[in-house]
């Protein structure tokens, strides 16, 4: 049972180059998010999908990009990457809204660092 | 405005003794509460959660947390700290109007010395 999985764990770009971060679920999962963190703010929501083929923006998503073409993926895309986006992102999958938020499951992280 | 705050960015207990997080959240409909720990170069863990019903919520690990609506309160208490509670916890809060995802106070790093 994986849970949630992300590739890569570790990164370094430089200024101005592109990437792709991808997370997988293998739980069947509605909803996936896009959190970043930095130290002494917490997380901080970039992007969230409530389905295939949904996204939408979140606290601070500028700079970012996503999709969600399968129901088990998420992908967050950095077009040109700055060294203001030097942080570790995780993803996270819920089941969905109802009566009951059951909280999310997260992925390990990637450490990503933009010289 | 709908917020969620932590009190203290740093916790340092001595090990047996009581470890009391702070988490005050600011909403005019309770929300649904949440508590993660993350462990060095890991990601977040479920602790426990509170929806509905019981108060007092007990999650894994010996911790537990009581819900206070006329304090809009949700701290995270254990009785007795063990060294392997060293970490960082987030409190976490789903509001039950506006957006469907959680919003995540900026974290307390417990540190429990021998």
């Known amino acids: 049972n994986a849970g949630v999985t992300q590739t890569p764990k570790f990164r370094v770009l430089k200024t101005g180059q592109s990437m792709t971060l991808l997370c997988a679920q293998d739980?069947?999962?509605?909803?996936m998010y896009w959190y970043r963190q930095d130290p002494g703010m917490g997380l901080r929501l970039i992007h969230y999908?409530?389905?295939?083929?949904?996204?939408a923006k979140g606290e601070v998503p500028d700079g970012y990009n996503v999709s969600r073409l399968k129901k088990q993926n998420f992908l967050l895309g950095l077009e040109s990457a700055a060294p203001s986006q030097t942080s570790v992102y995780f993803c996270?999958?819920?089941?969905?809204?109802?009566?009951?938020?059951?909280?999310?499951?997260f992925g390990s992280g990637t450490r990503l660092t933009v010289v | 405005a709908q917020s969620v705050t932590q009190l203290g960015s740093h916790v340092s207990v001595s090990e047996g003794a009581l470890v009391l997080l702070r988490c005050n959240y600011s909403?005019?409909?309770?929300?649904?509460l949440f508590w993660y720990v993350q462990y060095p170069n890991q990601g977040l863990q479920l602790l426990l959660k509170?929806?509905?019903?019981?108060?007092l919520v007990k999650g894994i690990n010996g911790f537990e947390a009581e819900f206070k609506k006329s304090e809009t309160s949700f701290h995270l208490t254990k009785p007795s700290a063990h060294m392997s509670d060293a970490a960082e916890y987030f409190c976490?809060?789903?509001?039950?109007?506006?957006?469907?995802?959680?919003?995540f106070g900026t974290g307390t790093r417990l540190t429990v010395i021998p």
């Open positions: 996270a999958s819920s089941p969905g809204t109802g009566s009951y938020h059951y909280g999310y499951t």
């Open positions: 739980m069947n999962h509605e909803y």
């Open positions: 999908s409530v389905g295939e083929g949904t996204t």
């Open positions: 909403s005019s409909v309770p929300p649904y």
């Open positions: 509170y929806t509905t019903g019981a108060t």
């Open positions: 976490a809060v789903k509001f039950q109007t506006g957006a469907n995802n959680l919003f």
